[in-house]
């Protein structure tokens, strides 16, 4: 195995994770990413690279048989006519298929322009017309179905469905099922392509929540820069499995999916549906994940808490307040408690006792508790990444606590995605990581873009080699984020610590500013807010007004046995009607309530219904007074707590933000600017 990695490509390492790189596959060499294959096939030929258990019939692919299927789909494109830089669409979700296809059409020498097949019609039909896609490949025929009226108009030449489904033979474009391509293939020889690092490899478009979606154009040098890199973090072993989740065709989960296949993993394909049950069926080693399934999974063993007998819950959480109380020592301990950087001698002296007279009951409360939670996971989980922003403070403290170890990363699609990233040894709580191989970062002032000291906070600029090489077709977009001097304006706000871990605050776009001229950033008095039980989603808001708000869609099953041990009984309007509130410590104001909202005779209970029990609805004094003691303590509590910090009013809503209403992207964060929108009235109302 060469090591022949160039030396700037070590910038920002350390010895340890050189070391570490040696551990790994080299790929220095490749010079795009079909050639990964090439060198996997030989290294890892009977391993495991893909199964997927929940289709009929149940789908393995070896690493042979990967390479086998992709080679045969490029041969394939090539003799329909897919030639050297042509835009091929590639409009379908996670399967072995897609795989194959993105490959495929790299091998071809196509530029795949990918997108779920979920997206809004109008959004994939501009997204195939910006691009100049000529050959579009497709999940099947549904999805072909919801945009074929607009095909006509573009220069489409071929359709391929990801499906074996009987095609239309009456329909004007020319349309072919998987197995009729690989049958073509088989029959025709590859043609090499001559491709480098600079050659444009995809174009991933951006989630559009204001204005069109932009074309990120992403060479093979940029993802290649990610497959060379991540073993510097993480050195996976041959045949450990990985469960994906994430939709593939985003960044972050394609690149990792690259990085892991190259390291001869085996990627075991699950859903929201399955993945509990497939956690315990097949132990993965590793996942990548964004912090809304973490939050899933945390609320998942709250419930499990919950429901336990009052007196184990009390034994429960006494245990887990210790254990905190215990890895917050440990932090300090280790110089990895962010609010304590650099701890005294004393300090670090006190830590270490109160660790040392702490440890005993941890351990108790893992044999205990935390052992049954990691086996819920599977129980040989080593690491999980986490992406798609940062981590609420509980969620950090919880897995800690449970012993599953999150690495928090950084990134954007114009950067490939990965810039940072948390290592085992250095796992900074709060933080997302120390840069990757050869990755700038630094933070200027938004005004005058002067450069500013570590812990200091101002917008994050990333330079490196996984920067995208621009918009496509949109030179002034480019040149707006993308300075001279080759740095990319992230649009995030953070610091840098004395030693260069990045820590997030905020999105520039998305900060409040009140009447006051405070500058509040939503997330992190978000993620407090979460810790509540019964908060299951919530959006801060107050633009130019005297004090914040909140939008909160509540926990109900939460809610509702709360209401049960207070000897009540809540009924709520039809789902997805209107929405309810308090105007902070002035008390529910009814008069601001949402015309949709519907308390009438069949509101529906959920199950707790008892007729003995006095019956109240979201409106009752008692949800709001509960409702503002929860937003008041969490908000409170939280580091650096500022009276502006204080929400004043709020409604609750019933209809969840999701990706199917359009209010999360496809990696779960809030589409503010949408929600924003759909609430409009609401909003308004709230500060009336």
Known sequence: MSHNRPSNFYFNLTERERSNLKRTVDYSSVQSLPEIWAIAVKKFGDTVALHDPHVQPETIFTYSQLYQHIQIFAAGLQALGVTAGDRVGLVADNSPRWMIADQGILTAGGVDVVRSSQAEKQELLYILEHSGTTTLVIEDRKILSKVRDGLDRLPIQLVVLLSDEILDESDSLKIMNFSQLMAVGENQPLQPVAQNRDTLATLMYTSGTTGKPKGVMLSHGNLLHQVTSFGAVVQPEIGDRILSILPVWHCYERSVEYFLLSQGCTQIYTNIRHVKADLKAFKPRLMVGVPRLWESIYEGVQKQFRDQPVKKQRLIYSLLNISQRYIKARRIVRGLALDNLYPSPWQRLQAGIQTAVLAPIHNLADRLVYKQVREATGG????????????????????????????????????????????????????????????????????????????????????????????????????????????????????????????LTGRAKDTIVLSNGENIEPQPIEDACLRSPYIDQIMLVGQDQRSLGALIVPNLEALQQWAVSQNLQLTLPEAGQGGQGGQGRQGGNSSHQSPATNHSSDSRTGGFGNPSLPTIDLNHPAIQNLFRQELTREVQDRPGYRPDDRISTYRLILEPFSIENGMLTQTLKIRRPVVMERYHDMIDGMFR
């Not at 986490?386 to 969620?395: F, Q, Y």
């Not at 005004?447 to 920067?467: A, C, D, F, H, K």
């Open 380 to 503: 040989r989980i080593r690491q999980v990444i986490s992406g798609g922003g940062s981590l609420a403070m509980h969620l950090e403290n919880f897995f800690e606590i449970v012993g599953v170890e999150i690495l928090v990363g950084y990134g954007l699609t114009e950067t490939s995605p990965v810039t940072h990233v948390r290592r085992p040894w250095r796992n900074l709580r709060g933080s997302s990581g120390l840069p990757m191989a050869g990755t700038e970062a630094k933070i200027v002032d938004p005004e005058t873009r002067q450069t500013l000291s570590p812990m200091q906070r101002g917008l994050v600029l990333i330079r490196g080699p996984q920067v995208m090489q621009g918009y496509y077709k949109n030179p002034e977009a480019t040149a707006k984020a993308i300075d001279p001097e080759g740095w990319f304006d992230t649009g995030d706000l953070g610091l840098v610590t004395p030693a260069n871990d990045i820590v």
